[in-house]
């Protein structure tokens, strides 16, 4: 074989293993694109399922907190609610007032039944007489009172008359 010949023989054997080995590293390539780019899926689906997982925890964070606020809410209205009594505000008429000894330099008021149910407390302010029937209304629901035979002195112990101001 002539050494021209040979030489081009060569020349086109190692251009062909090149090739070969261009195309086994192109399938180790391949592979390995393949790989990383399950494993950056793998990594998205942890990320979601940790963001879920904190998004959950926040959420149970704050209805904790919500919760914890509603129970010391309801601890000081128990604290607040045995100040008061219930009692005949008229004939058939019921709401709650402060109790004698509960008053602590406060001025002796009624307080709105419906209100009181609810874990609030409406005072009970005089708004008109008609008559000899005063009635009050409640400034949180704004529900009615009239009180037509409440006495003289639990008049001037409970301050009913209307404000000069």
């Known amino acids: 074989m002539p050494a021209a010949e040979f030489s081009a023989l060569f020349t086109s054997l190692n251009t062909l293993r090149i090739m070969v080995s261009a195309a086994k590293d192109m399938s180790d390539n391949h592979k390995i694109v393949t790989a990383v ?23 149970q964070a704050s209805r904790i907190s919500e919760l914890e606020a509603e129970i010391k809410t309801l601890k000081n209205w128990e604290a607040e609610a045995q100040r008061y009594e219930l009692a005949a505000f008229a004939t058939d ?25 609810k874990s609030e407390k409406g005072f009970l302010n005089y ?7 005063k009635t ?8 009615k009172y009239d009180n037509d035979d409440i006495d003289d002195d639990e008049q001037r112990s409970m301050d009913f008359s209307p404000s000069p101001f």
């Not at 009050?136 to 529900?143: E, G, S």
Request: glycine letters at 8%; proline letters at 2%; aromatic letters at 8%.
């Open 37 to 59: 780019t399950d494993i950056q899926n793998q990594l998205m689906q942890a990320q979601g399922g940790m963001l879920a997982g904190l998004e959950k925890q926040q959420a």
């Open 93 to 117: 008429v019921f709401a709650y007032r402060l109790k004698e000894s509960m008053r602590n330099g406060e001025p002796a008021h009624w307080i709105c039944s419906k209100c009181y149910q």
């Open 127 to 133: 708004e008109s007489e008609t008559h000899g029937r």
């Open 136 to 143: 009050f209304k409640c400034v949180a629901c704004n529900a």
